[in-house]
């Protein structure tokens, strides 16, 4: 049986993973998109021309959300999954050094999805588990 940790480690996963997808479908159509700017330069058409006429404001923009909410999603996975890793008997220093991150990012990473779960327990109104 999996536990509520164990548990939201899974959703994470498998939500950093479709994050993951959408991000490189955007990253595709944005390979596209610079062939084509590069090739009408190629082509001879002025910088200036461009960036009137490609809307780049709008692609930026797409492209920034899409990588802020890849950034959010690998954020709580990671979160996530220090919670996991540290109710399954992990140390902060273990996590650390296994996922590559600094000992200080990890604590917070702990402290963070200590706070989420007193705001669940609050919600619910039920006790914390021992």
């Known amino acids: 049986m999996v536990d509520d940790d164990e548990q939201r480690a899974l959703d994470a996963t498998r939500s950093i993973r479709d994050e993951a997808l959408a991000l490189a479908d ?8 610079y062939s084509g700017w590069a090739d009408r330069l190629e082509a001879g058409t002025r910088v200036a021309e ?5 809307g780049w ?3 930026r923009e797409r492209l920034s959300r899409s990588l802020e909410q890849f950034s959010d ?3 709580r996975w990671r979160m996530l999954m220090t919670a996991a890793s540290l109710a399954d008997g ?21 402290a963070e999805a200590r706070r989420e779960a007193d705001g ?10 021992a």
């Open 26 to 33: 955007v990253l595709t159509e944005f390979a596209e998109l």
């Open 50 to 54: 461009l960036v009137r006429t490609a």
């Open 90 to 110: 992990m140390t902060i220093t273990a996590i650390a050094a296994c996922t590559g991150i600094s000992r200080q990012l990890a604590s917070r990473y702990a």
């Open 120 to 129: 669940r327990v609050a919600a619910d109104g039920a006790a914390p588990q």
């Open 57 to 59: 404001r709008a692609h």
């Open 73 to 75: 999603r690998r954020h």
